[in-house]
């Protein structure tokens, strides 16, 4: 159980086009959603948490104009890359957690982006 | 504030030797303590954990321990094997994760 899928899991786009990757959860209810960005050899940086039905929250320094991010059902995410440059290449992961009291987070098999 | 400070890489060990990867944690309240392995190309997935202190979570052969007097939850493996090579990373989990910096192991034969 919980287990959280992403698409695509590798995207190659142009330069000033926008991407967007899905994030679901198959088998349980994703209250709140998560998207991390990770470089090469480094952690995962929180870029913004999403509740269903609701705007999205931010972390400093990401530009919410670019990344957009939906959460639009209690299974789907989508976070939309707008204007895609070559420093937007990334590998981006979401992590999904349920409803209750447990604040385990599962995390997607990630997407590889990148921009020419 | 919440934080994770992850021993640093890269780590190469010999098959069958002993692991362990250090992390200490600094946070409020009574957080759940993570281990995560990243497969080259791959997501995270998650390796063990521990919701409570001096819990011990355990998992194809991973051991930590949570400590709340050190405030530590240190990795270790007692015959490491080949298809160990991964990074670990070490994260500190309530409402928002904290990821550590993460670790490379490299398992030679």
């Known amino acids: 159980g919980a287990v959280v899928s992403q698409h695509p899991s590798w995207v190659i786009c142009k330069s000033g086009t926008s991407v967007k990757i899905e994030c679901r959860s198959l088998d349980f209810q994703a209250t709140t959603m998560f998207w991390y960005r990770q470089f090469p050899k480094q952690s995962l940086m929180l870029m913004a948490t999403s509740n269903e039905g609701s705007k999205a929250t931010y972390e400093q320094g990401v530009e919410k104009d670019k990344f957009l991010i939906n959460h639009a059902s209690l299974t789907l995410s989508t976070l939309t890359v707008t204007s895609a440059h070559p420093e937007d290449s990334s590998f981006y992961i979401c992590?999904?957690?349920?409803?209750?009291?447990?604040?385990?987070?599962?995390f997607g098999p990630g997407t590889r982006l990148t921009v020419t | 504030g919440n934080s994770v400070t992850q021993m640093e890489g890269p780590v190469t060990l010999s098959e069958e030797a002993f692991l362990t990867i250090n992390c200490t944690y600094t946070?409020?309240?009574?957080?759940?303590l993570f281990w995560y392995v990243q497969y080259p190309g791959e997501g995270l997935q998650l390796l063990l954990k521990?919701?409570?202190?001096?819990d011990k979570g355990s998992n194809k052969g991973f051991e930590a321990t949570y400590r709340k007097e050190t405030t530590s939850f240190h990795l270790e493996k007692g015959s490491v094997q080949v298809s160990d090579s991964a990074v670990y990373f070490c994260?500190?989990?309530?409402?928002?994760?904290?990821f550590g910096t993460g670790t490379s192991l490299t398992v030679i034969p």
């Open positions: 992590s999904a957690r349920g409803a209750g009291v447990s604040y385990e987070q599962y």
């Open positions: 946070a409020t309240g009574y957080p759940s």
């Open positions: 521990a919701t409570k202190a001096d």
């Open positions: 994260a500190l989990g309530g409402r928002q994760f904290y």
